[in-house]
């Protein structure tokens, strides 16, 4: 069998996620109730966790992801506040507990009937032979972050369950945003290709399994509700090729 090499990825991913900013700390060695979860955050940004596929698949066992996620992250310079995200607040998706039910520390009532929050995240795709051609970025997903299984409160919780203290300026990422949608829902390459079995073509007639070099991936989002004014999370874009540079 032929071994590891460091060679550039050939199999370079996007994850549409968002940031998650802590706001205030907590103690060592005592966990955060998801009662309280919310009370940790400060706010919310676009998050793209950008993925190395080729490389995850070698190391997830038994390392599991480590050097497939930890050349880059982009994050969008606009932070929603917690407090501007209250009035998008909705109940927590219900699942299919066949696989067993979130273990007691996990649950709250009051976080199910409105932890999780009502945002849709956007990714668009463009070619550099698509910006040549004047034609508009490809529209790759569109997913709301209130379908995810985990809300930020046990998100919170979770991660503070073995002691582990938070403090203010952490960061948390949601994991990639994918609705029970199919394709139009999800959050990166890696499931719209299905793992690059399904190669998808582009308006130029090219075809992608994973990004190229010249690619840009354009992340948007907006919480919304009846009878609130819509908030807009910015825009977060990272161009392949730039994103090279910094590596």
Known sequence: LQGPRYAPT?????EAELGLFIGRGSEPGVPVPVREGHDHLFGACLLNDWSARDVQAFEAQP?????????????????V???????????????????????????????????????VVSVE?????????????????????ATLFWTPAQLI?????NGCALEPG?????????????RSQAG???????GGREPLTLPTGESRQFLEDGDEVTLTARASAPGCVSIGF????????????HL
């Open 10 to 14: 050939a199999r370079l991913d996007y």
């Open 63 to 79: 390392l599991g992801p480590f050097l497939s996620k930890n050349f880059a992250t982009t994050l969008a310079p606009w932070v």
């Open 81 to 119: 506040t917690a407090e501007a995200l209250e009035p998008f607040r909705v109940a927590a998706a219900r699942h299919d507990e066949s696989g067993g039910a979130p273990l007691p520390y996990l649950v709250d009532a009051s976080d199910q009937a409105r932890g999780a929050w009502s945002v």
């Open 125 to 145: 795709l463009s070619s550099r032979a698509m910006r040549e051609m004047d034609l508009a970025p490809m529209l790759m997903s569109t997913a709301d972050l």
């Open 157 to 161: 919780a979770h991660h503070t369950a």
């Open 170 to 182: 952490d960061l948390l990422a949601t994991g990639t945003i994918s609705g029970p949608g199919g």
């Open 188 to 194: 990166s390459l890696l499931e719209i290709t299905r």
């Open 234 to 245: 910015g825009r977060s874009e990272e161009h392949t090729s730039e994103l090279q540079s």
